[in-house]
């Protein structure tokens, strides 16, 4: 049936148990589904799953049972350029210059399978294609029988041997180094978008030093290359399709532009980081909104096997002009952060006072990740850090981060000595740091003396319901990308330290409700103020019910705090006289030091946002956003105007 698209069929075979002739190799069985998996990935649908296998311990005669198998299926039903693709690890050993493959039954004293009988049966069957592939001992001696009038005979099998006809191949404790590489290579080729095929794959298996083997490649007599798959797209393709990306994030949504960076991460890594390149090349593009910065940066993370590009398009971003890219840049690398030249960058930027916190709070984050049970000397000890002293915010962060030795490696007694030494040296926000490992880690708050638990204030903790941001975890970190990461964020909250407030909610009746509302303005954990507001947004009828005792949330210290109380206030305006909502709006323009606190820039699109809502005058919105944060950069002004077109009553700052 020659109308059928041309399909692959894999017949992967690992061989583990040898003894007592030979020496067991377990990774032969890693080495035969690791193979399969990766073609199943880089071919997708073009491999023919009902007719590839991977075969595990099989005798020499289930070997040639399989392949006879796999002929006879290809003769019925398959057209002309179906592929054939054998791929064996296990032991190989020559005999009068030809190659035998041993399987599980030479442990019993069975000779192996000469290549010669291979070839005769390729040779019968006439399959169209053959890509051999062997991982054994002396695999290169495979090309001696090409001359042969067998199924190798330079019509149609190409050979790739891990290694020259006299040469050993080296196992592994996991995977062989030869498979490990060869996996790598296919996978690098299909993202760099290029057609899979055996010419390809010889360069890319060139630029892996394997010691004491070199793979060795033969094509058929008059050929130069086998292609396995073809390249997804032609250049100019590919070429438009990026230009079209990126001309669709510099003017989508916010919301678009966020579900269009997860895409990408599931996208091949060409085309991924062909749109950054275009994006933040010449620096003119700022994203406004850290929910996209997030996704831009979480999918340029994903980058696995063009590291160099990755790197390239890092360094650009590190030496922006504007902080927001440098924050994608510090998300770009924070899987990195054990190479030299990205923790040094992001040390340099940690201990940068001239640096806005947004930055300076992504390096801590990351490299308090990396140094773990260290970081109370490599950051704490080490670094100026006088902007984050200043709020009880930054306190809590860096007592979080590289105090609390007993969430990274350490124990409680450590933990409890940095924390009497770094309380030491507080000027001010005791108090609040001592609310904070109260109600976040009680057993640490329980080891210290008594004259820092005197610092606790009993009137908050009083409070019915406070005790839940003890007893109620946060989402912690997640493994997933792309869209999985995007669907996690929305079900459980946009960070690692939201927290979802529920339950409390559903236990209280009204008056302890509206009483544990206004007591969580006091309460140090930012994260915590957060969640109610985000909680509310739900419940818009909750919320107005207690929008009194909610009022606090438009003045709190900090951004992240107020940009969620002005959106869920935002949602309820339809319900609020104009004059009240304009108020309301005002009473948020207050002082903001983006060198303190992080979060600033989202904040002041929260407020472009109601103020288009409200249809509030240009000038007057300029005015309420300069006595918000006194300093605007050229950038600054760009971005905003990027993410008010799509106001009701859009706005040009510049």
Same mark, same amino acid.
């Given at each position: 049936?020659?109308?059928?698209?041309?399909?692959?069929?894999?017949?992967?075979?690992?061989?583990?148990?040898?003894?007592?002739?030979?020496?067991?190799?377990?990774?032969?069985?890693?080495?035969?589904?690791?193979?399969?998996?990766?073609?199943?990935?880089?071919?997708?649908?073009?491999?023919?799953?009902?007719?590839?296998?991977?075969?595990?311990?099989?005798?020499?005669?289930?070997?040639?049972?399989?392949?006879?198998?796999?002929?006879?299926?290809?003769?019925?039903?398959?057209?002309?350029?179906?592929?054939?693709?054998?791929?064996?690890?296990?032991?190989?050993?020559?005999?009068?210059?030809?190659?035998?493959?041993?399987?599980?039954?030479?442990?019993?004293?069975?000779?192996?399978?000469?290549?010669?009988?291979?070839?005769?049966?390729?040779?019968?069957?006439?399959?169209?294609?053959?890509?051999?592939?062997?991982?054994?001992?002396?695999?290169?001696?495979?090309?001696?029988?090409?001359?042969?009038?067998?199924?190798?005979?330079?019509?149609? &099998?190409?050979?790739?041997?891990?290694?020259?006809?006299?040469?050993?191949?080296?196992?592994?404790?996991?995977?062989?180094?030869?498979?490990?590489?060869?996996?790598?290579?296919?996978?690098?080729?299909?993202?760099?978008?290029?057609?899979?095929?055996?010419?390809?794959?010889?360069?890319?298996?060139?630029?892996?030093?394997?010691?004491?083997?070199? *793979?060795?490649?033969?094509?058929?007599?008059?050929?130069?290359?086998?292609?396995?798959?073809?390249?997804?797209?032609?250049?100019?393709?590919?070429?438009?399709?990026?230009?079209?990306?990126?001309?669709?994030?510099?003017?989508?949504?916010?919301?678009?532009?966020?579900?269009?960076?997860?895409?990408?991460?599931?996208?091949?890594?060409?085309?991924?980081?062909?749109?950054?390149?275009?994006?933040?090349?010449?620096?003119?593009? &700022?994203?406004?909104?850290?929910?996209?910065?997030?996704?831009?940066?979480?999918?340029?993370?994903?980058?696995?096997?063009?590291?160099?590009?990755?790197?390239?398009?890092?360094?650009?971003?590190?030496?922006?002009?504007?902080?927001?890219?440098?924050?994608?840049?510090?998300?770009?690398?924070?899987?990195?952060?054990?190479?030299?030249?990205?923790?040094?960058?992001?040390?340099?930027?940690?201990?940068?006072?001239?640096?806005?916190?947004?930055?300076?709070?992504?390096?801590?984050?990351?490299?308090?990740?990396?140094?773990?049970?260290?970081?109370?000397?490599?950051?704490?000890?080490?670094?100026?850090?006088?902007?984050?002293?200043?709020?009880?915010?930054?306190?809590?962060?860096?007592?979080?981060?590289?105090?609390?030795?007993?969430?990274?490696?350490?124990?409680?007694?450590?933990?409890?000595?940095?924390?009497?030494?770094?309380?030491?040296?507080?000027?001010?926000? &005791?108090?609040?740091?001592?609310?904070?490992?109260?109600?976040?880690?009680?057993?640490?708050?329980?080891?210290?003396?008594?004259?820092?638990?005197?610092?606790?204030?009993?009137?908050?903790?009083?409070?019915?319901?406070?005790?839940?941001?003890?007893?109620? *975890? &946060?989402?912690?970190?997640?493994?997933?990308?792309?869209?999985?990461?995007?669907?996690?964020?929305?079900?459980?909250?946009?960070?690692?330290?939201?927290?979802?407030?529920?339950?409390?909610?559903?236990?209280?009746?009204?008056?302890?409700?509206?009483?544990?509302?206004?007591?969580?303005?006091?309460?140090?954990?930012?994260?915590?103020?957060?969640?109610?507001?985000?909680?509310?947004?739900?419940?818009?009828?909750?919320?107005?019910?207690?929008?009194?005792?909610?009022?606090?949330?438009?003045?709190?210290?900090?951004?992240?705090?107020?940009?969620?109380?002005?959106?869920?206030?935002?949602?309820?305006?339809?319900?609020?006289?104009?004059?009240?909502?304009?108020?309301?709006?005002?009473?948020?323009?207050?002082?903001?030091?983006?060198?303190?606190?992080?979060?600033?820039?989202?904040?002041?699109?929260?407020?472009?946002?109601?103020?288009?809502?409200?249809?509030?005058?240009?000038?007057?919105?300029?005015?309420?956003?300069?006595?918000?944060?006194?300093?605007?950069?050229?950038?600054?002004?760009?971005?905003?105007?990027?993410?008010?077109?799509?106001?009701?009553? *859009?706005?040009?700052?510049?």
């Amino acid at each position: 049936m020659t109308n059928k698209a041309p399909k692959v069929r894999l017949l992967s075979v690992g061989i583990s148990e040898y003894a007592p002739h030979r020496k067991d190799l377990p990774a032969s069985l890693n080495d035969a589904r690791k193979i399969y998996d990766t073609f199943e990935d880089v071919l997708g649908k073009s491999l023919d799953h009902r007719h590839s296998i991977v075969a595990l311990d099989i005798t020499g005669d289930q070997f040639l049972t399989h392949i006879r198998t796999a002929l006879k299926e290809q003769k019925k039903d398959g057209p002309s350029s179906d592929l054939l693709i054998i791929y064996f690890s296990g032991h190989g050993s020559t005999y009068d210059e030809v190659l035998d493959l041993h399987f599980i039954d030479s442990k019993l004293g069975q000779d192996g399978i000469s290549t010669i009988v291979i070839g005769e049966m390729l040779r019968i069957f006439q399959y169209p294609r053959v890509l051999l592939i062997l991982d054994c001992c002396f695999s290169g001696a495979a090309n001696k029988i090409t001359y042969a009038n067998t199924g190798f005979s330079k019509k149609k &099998t190409t050979l790739i041997a891990s290694s020259q006809p006299i040469q050993p191949s080296q196992s592994g404790e996991i995977l062989s180094i030869f498979t490990q590489c060869l996996s790598n290579s296919l996978y690098k080729i299909k993202q760099q978008g290029l057609q899979i095929s055996v010419a390809n794959l010889e360069i890319e298996l060139g630029n892996y030093v394997m010691p004491k083997q070199n *793979p060795h490649i033969l094509f058929p007599e008059g050929m130069h290359d086998l292609v396995i798959a073809p390249a997804p797209l032609s250049v100019p393709q590919s070429q438009k399709l990026q230009l079209d990306i990126s001309d669709r994030l510099r003017v989508a949504t916010e919301g678009v532009r966020e579900s269009i960076w997860y895409a990408l991460a599931e996208e091949p890594e060409y085309i991924l980081l062909g749109v950054a390149k275009i994006l933040f090349d010449d620096d003119k593009y &700022t994203e406004p909104s850290w929910l996209v910065r997030r996704a831009a940066g979480s999918a340029l993370s994903e980058i696995k096997f063009l590291k160099n590009e990755q790197l390239n398009l890092c360094n650009r971003l590190f030496s922006s002009n504007h902080w927001v890219n440098r924050c994608i840049g510090i998300l770009t690398v924070r899987r990195d952060v054990s190479k030299d030249d990205f923790r040094l960058q992001l040390e340099k930027l940690l201990s940068s006072e001239e640096e806005v916190m947004d930055v300076r709070w992504l390096a801590l984050l990351y490299l308090s990740d990396f140094y773990g049970y260290s970081s109370f000397e490599k950051i704490i000890q080490r670094f100026s850090l006088n902007n984050f002293y200043q709020s009880s915010w930054g306190v809590c962060e860096l007592w979080e981060r590289g105090v609390n030795v007993a969430e990274n490696g350490g124990d409680i007694s450590s933990t409890k000595e940095r924390t009497e030494i770094f309380i030491g040296k507080l000027k001010q926000h &005791t108090s609040s740091l001592i609310n904070f490992i109260y109600l976040r880690y009680r057993e640490v708050f329980n080891q210290l003396n008594d004259d820092l638990k005197a610092w606790l204030d009993s009137s908050l903790i009083g409070t019915i319901g406070i005790d839940c941001f003890g007893d109620t *975890p &946060t989402r912690g970190s997640t493994q997933k990308m792309g869209i999985g990461k995007w669907l996690h964020s929305s079900l459980y909250g946009s960070w690692r330290g939201a927290y979802s407030p529920l339950w409390v909610f559903n236990s209280l009746n009204a008056k302890e409700l509206s009483e544990f509302i206004e007591a969580v303005k006091h309460v140090p954990i930012v994260a915590a103020r957060m969640a109610i507001f985000e909680q509310l947004e739900s419940s818009p009828e909750l919320a107005n019910r207690n929008a009194e005792a909610l009022s606090w949330g438009v003045v709190d210290d900090h951004p992240w705090v107020r940009r969620v109380a002005l959106r869920l206030f935002r949602t309820l305006n339809s319900n609020e006289p104009i004059e009240e909502s304009k108020a309301r709006l005002n009473s948020a323009g207050t002082i903001l030091n983006e060198k303190i606190y992080p979060g600033s820039m989202d904040y002041l699109r929260e407020i472009v946002h109601w103020a288009s809502q409200l249809a509030l005058p240009q000038e007057q919105i300029k005015l309420l956003l300069h006595v918000t944060l006194k300093e605007f950069s050229r950038n600054d002004l760009l971005a905003l105007n990027q993410d008010s077109i799509f106001e009701s009553h *859009p706005y040009r700052f510049i």
